[in-house]
């Protein structure tokens, strides 16, 4: 091994130890600071406590300016019970998976959507509702920017007069660190999208909030201490460190005879309670800009389901298809197409109604076809299709394609 190998290495392994030893300094006076001040929380090594101060610091992308649109408060008209939590409220975990905005400051985004699809569940009566709404489209169509945050209040007017999709539709990918257009969402968004009806700013004050709170999981936003990166369990205070930034998360519980929040993040599970946190009442700041969303209407549900009678055929033998239509929102007008694809790959067009209404809340069964082999078809593998298109863009809202054999 030559003399500037040997350097490299002998450098190397200096700079590493100085790494370490600095996060290792960072968390022994956390944790002396926690001690002598009786606070009741653990800080430990934590995803987020690994990262450069940079990158801790862009975690925190909560814009907070003054409030123009007064705040209400809420009053519960039932006596509100000591402690409540959504993730177990009534049996039932109400709430979503942890999720992880990486190396962006979209927190506002996840903040919003941590506390909008359990609102859908809730105003929906299903705790098993499957919801799964995009950060990326409300990030990235509102105005958000990785390196500089977005505001609370902007997330809240989007979803109000836009809403956001399914995830599928523009899956989140600005954890890299980067911005993305709004042009990448799916080009039928719009039709699928969860959208709220309203949305106001509660009054930061304990009542208030518990009122608020015992309706539906809430949007809010709290001050960044150097500590809370290193946040591992138990009711956080600020102990030590300075401020980094403000950040943006989910209200989901409290606990009135101890005193404390039960607050959803969005910095994976390697942190905090498995990505949950608690906190003390009034800490950080947080309350000061709490958002309550309600009226939520979901994307269209239209359902289109072929059955067969059967899977394989022979002669004589009648086929027989009917089509279970159900439509879980407001009346349609759709095209309607019905096939036959045959071993060849060529099609047969059975049925093309341009129009057709389906109505609100509609569940019904129809016949398509009534068939019966004589002989002349060819063995193989056939397809029996359908869909629903829309009726202006041509774009397919719904279809089953049920295999079948004739031998």
Not at 113 to 135: F, T, Y
Not at 181 to 206: G, L, Y
Request: charged share 15%; proline share 5%; glycine share 10%.
């Amino acid at each position: 091994m030559n003399l500037k190998l040997i350097t490299s290495i002998v450098i190397g392994l200096m700079l590493s130890g100085q790494l370490v030893f600095g996060q290792n300094a960072e968390l022994s006076a956390i944790k002396k600071a926690i001690k002598s001040k009786g606070t009741s929380w653990t800080a430990g090594e934590t995803d987020v406590s690994k990262l450069s101060k940079e990158a801790r610091k862009r975690l925190c992308g909560a814009i907070i300016v003054p409030q123009t649109k007064p705040s209400i408060t809420v009053k519960s008209t039932k006596v509100l019970p000591d402690t409540w939590d959504w993730r177990s409220a009534n049996g039932y975990d109400w709430t979503t998976p942890i999720r992880n905005q990486a190396a962006c400051g979209s927190c506002v985004a996840f903040g919003a959507i941590g506390a909008l699809e359990p609102l859908a569940r809730i105003e929906a009566n299903n705790p098993l509702l499957s919801i799964d709404l995009s950060e990326q489209h409300l990030f990235s169509c509102g105005g958000g920017l990785c390196d500089y945050g977005w505001y609370p209040s902007s997330a809240a007017n989007y979803l109000r007069d836009y809403g956001t999709p399914d995830e599928a539709c523009y899956p989140y990918i600005s954890g890299n660190g980067n911005d993305y257009p709004c042009a990448n969402t799916c080009p039928d968004w719009e039709d699928r999208v969860t959208q709220i009806s309203q949305w106001n700013w509660v009054t930061n004050n304990v009542d208030s909030i518990r009122g608020a709170l015992f309706q539906t999981p809430l949007s809010t936003t709290m001050a960044v201490y150097t500590d809370f990166f290193f946040y591992d369990g138990g009711v956080y205070e600020y102990t030590y460190g300075v401020l980094e930034g403000y950040h943006q998360i989910a209200f989901v519980g409290y606990n009135n005879i101890e005193g404390y929040w039960i607050c959803k993040n969005s910095w994976g599970t390697n942190w905090g309670e498995n990505g949950w946190f608690r906190i003390k009442y009034g800490e950080s700041s947080i309350g000061n800009s709490t958002i309550l969303m309600s009226g939520t209407q979901p994307p269209q549900t239209l359902s289109l389901d072929i059955i067969l009678n059967g899977a394989t055929f022979t002669t004589g033998n009648i086929l027989t298809a009917n089509a279970h239509v159900t439509n879980d929102d407001t009346a349609d007008v759709l095209d309607a197409k019905v096939w036959i694809k045959f071993p060849d790959n060529s099609l047969i067009s059975i049925l093309n109604l341009p129009g057709v209404t389906i109505g609100a809340n509609a569940n019904f069964e129809t016949p398509l076809l009534n068939y019966t082999l004589n002989g002349s078809e060819p063995h193989g593998n056939y397809e029996f299709g359908g869909r629903f298109l829309h009726y202006i863009t041509g774009d397919i809202v719904c279809e089953d394609i049920e295999p079948f054999s004739v031998y």
